[in-house]
């Protein structure tokens, strides 16, 4: 998932220089049609005015981002109020997004700083078996998860057979088992790039703390923890973003009230509601909050990048 | 002494390795659970009644295989195409990025590249069927394929660009030297290095279109399926032993080719 900065790289070899445009074409055709086209388009729709079986008629209407933002009444003619009902959805998502983003922290930083201490011809191994459930079906992890963690479920089973829990919990549709789906479908994301990290870092600067009597913990937050920041801000990213808008884990294990963007955004084009503008202009709101996080991203590591030099 | 070792002991952290270990029980065991369950005996999923193949025995014959096993050739058949056409472009865009010198558009094209990356999966999958319906394609098998053709290139592209910034220039300078067409060199000596980079990069994409539920749930026509929209719709009434046994089939392709696509990468001897 990490690309490094094209400019990042070793000097660029010019063999093919006079071909450049054909090689390169394809890839402009199919992603520009496929992706760059399409997001534009996503943007126009937004300001549609909605067709009621599914799509949109041409015709200029801010009605979609007003029906996200403003409540008017039930006839739509009273003065408007800021709506909270789909604000809300999005802060909870932010909300949810967050906790999977801190418990795969705790859990993924520890397992990265180990693999990365181990001795080198070992390390691609670990590695390799931290990303194997990656590839694996996110919809099969999802189900997996929610088999798992059902009242009847093998770990509600085992805690009762060891005596933890006396009556099941019920962890299916609530807001913990959308937090554990999502910290379970991207905890890989986190522990490669700290991996990556604390594999550069120098352990002469732990030596060089511990020789000056600073236990291992403080070595631990004011050492490690600092310079290997950027990898453990690309991890945040890496699960915070998916998470945001995840659809499965919200839908198989959240049940209806625990509703988060990526559901919102389906219903408007598979469900009853079928509202595309809304449903485009939700994905245009879910979009540019993403953007804005990476941007801000890219500058924060090309600021710590200088810093280093 | 006690001091000494201390020092010398810098690197570890107590507890650490336990949360490693907690760390991968947690990634493999709900794929555990449901690869045991789906050898249960039993025709409920909140019991076990001893070991039994008879749900895959279901899958291939039960009165719902006729469904899985068209499912089955849609997800197939798409991986194929998709991955083979995405593995073509991004080989062809890896040498574009990596043998062609520095341009202007370089940037731009990194981004173009990465794009399907950065976006949440939901908000592509809104903006392809917006695209199909304004352009007024019908929906259907053709529409999974285009999509899944530009989500899977920047899986193509990734191993395929590390593997041939790995490629010593020195020997495609040596073929031209004595010679050889620029069109010899990209044949003969770049693309046979290249081998590695390109299976990995096939065996990524064919599984993240084999495992793609989101973009294909959206752009799939009425009465099209593949494995994971099947089973999404299966699952939604609940999760059933003979769900488990297909699942456990999916996941154990996607092991077999992540694990060959790991070795193959390992053969990287060259550099």
Request: charged share 15%; aromatic share 14%.
């Amino acid at each position: 998932m990490a690309i490094s900065a094209p400019d990042g790289e070793p000097a660029v070899s010019n063999t093919y220089h006079k071909s450049r445009t054909w090689l390169l074409l394809p890839s402009w055709v199919v992603l520009g049609a496929l992706s760059l086209v399409p997001a534009i388009l996503m943007l126009v729709y937004s300001f549609l005015t909605k067709e009621f079986r599914g799509g949109v008629i041409w015709e200029f209407s801010l009605a979609a981002y007003d029906q996200f933002f403003f409540d008017r009444g039930l006839f739509g003619d009273d003065s408007p109020t800021l709506d909270w009902t789909y604000i809300a959805i999005f802060w909870r998502s932010f909300w949810q997004a967050g906790a999977a983003t801190l418990l795969s922290l705790a859990i993924g930083f520890p397992t990265a700083y180990f693999i990365a201490t181990r001795p080198v011809q070992t390390r691609a191994i670990w590695v390799f078996l931290i990303t194997i459930p990656y590839w694996v079906n996110l919809l099969i992890r999802t189900v997996s998860m929610k088999f798992l963690l059902r009242d009847e479920g093998p770990l509600n089973l085992s805690l009762m057979a060891v005596g933890l829990i006396d009556s099941p919990l019920q962890i299916v549709n609530t807001n913990l088992a959308v937090q554990l789906g999502l910290f379970y479908s991207y905890l890989p994301f986190m522990v490669l790039p700290i991996y990556a990290a604390v594999e550069r870092y120098d352990f002469s600067l732990s030596e060089a703390a511990a020789d000056l009597y600073a236990s291992k913990w403080v070595t631990l937050h004011r050492i490690l923890l600092p310079v290997t920041k950027p990898g453990v801000i690309a991890g945040c990213i890496l699960v915070f973003v998916p998470s945001l808008g995840s659809f499965l884990a919200p839908d198989l294990l959240g049940g209806a009230k625990n509703y988060m963007i990526g559901s919102l955004i389906e219903e408007q084009f598979k469900g009853n509601a079928g509202n595309w503008p809304f449903g485009a202009a939700a994905s245009m709101i879910l979009l540019t909050i993403v953007l804005v996080i990476l941007i801000a991203f890219a500058r924060q590591q090309s600021r710590l990048e200088r810093g280093r030099v | 002494m006690a001091g000494l070792s201390v020092k010398l002991d810098v690197r570890s952290y107590s507890g650490f390795k336990a949360v490693t270990f907690l760390c991968l029980i947690i990634l493999y065991a709900p794929l555990l659970v449901v690869t045991i369950y789906s050898f249960n005996a039993s025709n409920s999923i909140a019991s076990w009644d001893g070991f039994s193949v008879h749900w895959y025995v279901d899958v291939f014959t039960g009165p719902e295989s006729a469904k899985f096993k068209r499912a089955a050739w849609n997800s197939f058949a798409i991986a194929l195409i998709a991955a083979t056409v995405s593995t073509m472009i991004a080989t062809l865009a890896a040498t574009g990025m990596i043998r062609a010198g520095k341009f202007k558009l370089r940037t731009l094209s990194f981004g173009l590249i990465s794009l399907p990356l950065m976006v949440p999966e939901i908000v592509t999958a809104v903006a392809t069927l917006i695209f199909f319906n304004a352009i007024g394609f019908e929906r259907g098998f053709a529409t999974i394929i285009f999509a899944h053709i530009a989500f899977c290139i920047p899986f193509a592209y990734l191993p395929i660009a590390a593997r041939m910034q790995g490629i010593d220039e020195t020997v495609e300078q040596a073929a031209l030297d004595l010679y050889a067409t620029r069109q010899q060199v990209f044949t003969r000596i770049l693309l046979p290095l290249m081998t590695p980079g390109i299976i990995s990069g096939f065996l990524l994409a064919f599984i993240v279109s084999l495992d793609d539920f989101i973009i294909t749930n959206f752009v799939k026509g009425a009465g099209v399926e593949t494995l994971p929209t099947a089973i999404f719709g299966a699952v939604k009434q609940g999760i059933k032993p003979n769900i488990m046994a297909i699942s456990t089939l999916l996941l154990s392709v996607s092991v077999v080719m992540v694990t060959i696509s790991y070795f193959v990468s390992k053969t990287d001897k060259t550099t």
